[in-house]
């Protein structure tokens, strides 16, 4: 018989391995069971991943909530501020508290409340924090988009001091240029009851006319030397972007009504006097 090197060498050996095979071959599984098994451990899983993301929506939803009540209880509690009055039907009033810094915001929402009914789009500014010097880096700023239906037009306004000492008095900037240097179809100059001097000037924003991009300017310096300064364009960017109308959207007397100081007097409160050289 040939040598089996695996083959138990004692009686006991061959008959524990044999006990074991039968052992083995005794045993089944519950095949069906081990299924089901598993089938409801999936479903309770499932349940459980789906309660936590109704969980998850359910407190985003009471985040957004308390977030909008909370808005509308200070909005409530102090003065109210409007989101869009030209795309609102008019101008509407927008309240600066005495004393508070004035933001880009304060910036935007007062620029639309000096425009006629129509709307407004986009928003940029910049308010009287750290960055507002009341020279001309950092000046408090805004400007939007408005359409009075008859194509989009930007329009901005910026607030700065004169040099100091130099209000609206003769040879302070307060007069209309020299058409050599800045070529335009008209310019009105006129001093108001108040000393105050308003220029209208009706420009382009190309002196060379290489687009026909029109630059409509008001400039209202007061004897303190407040300046207010509003600008438009027949375009919705300063440039590179086409024109859409003719002319941009304000009448002179709807652009001088965007620089009436009453508008911008609390934005000089906060602005406190000229730091400017």
């Not at 969980?55 to 909008?68: D, F, I, K, S």
């Not at 409530?76 to 795309?87: F, L």
């Not at 105050?196 to 004897?223: I, M, Q």
């Not at 009448?251 to 730091?275: C, E, H, N, R, Y």
């Amino acid at each position: 018989m040939p040598f089996d090197p695996f083959a138990p060498s004692d009686p006991f050996e061959a008959d524990l391995g044999q006990a074991i095979r039968g052992t083995a071959d005794s045993f089944s599984t519950d095949n069906r069971a081990l299924v089901d098994a598993g089938a409801a451990r999936g479903r309770v899983m499932r349940l459980r991943r789906r309660a936590a993301v109704a969980g998850g929506a359910a407190t985003l939803t009471l985040v957004a909530v308390g977030g909008l009540m909370a808005g509308g209880m200070s909005g409530s509690a102090g003065h109210h501020v409007a989101e869009d009055p030209a795309a609102q039907g008019g101008p509407n009033p927008v309240a600066v508290a005495s004393g508070e810094r004035v933001t880009a915001q304060h910036m935007i929402n007062l620029l639309k409340s000096a425009l006629p009914p129509g709307v407004t789009t986009g928003g940029q500014g910049r308010g009287t924090g750290a960055e507002g010097t009341g020279g001309p880096i950092g000046a408090p700023y805004a400007e939007v988009v408005y359409d009075d239906g008859h194509g989009p037009g930007l329009v901005s306004v910026s607030l700065n001091h004169a040099p100091s000492g130099q209000g609206a008095g003769p040879g302070t900037g307060t007069r209309c240029p020299d058409r050599v240097y800045v070529p335009f179809d008209s310019c009105d100059r006129s001093v108001l009851a108040d000393g105050s001097v308003l220029v209208l000037l009706k420009g382009y924003e190309y002196p060379d006319h290489r687009v026909n991009t029109k630059n409509w300017r008001a400039t209202l310096t007061t004897r303190d030397g407040q300046v207010v300064d509003a600008m438009e364009w027949n375009s919705p960017a300063e440039k590179g972007a086409p024109d859409t109308r003719p002319d941009p959207p304000l009448t002179a007397a709807q652009l001088t009504a965007v620089v009436d100081m009453k508008i911008w007097k609390p934005v000089f409160d906060a602005l406190g006097p000229s730091k400017a050289p």
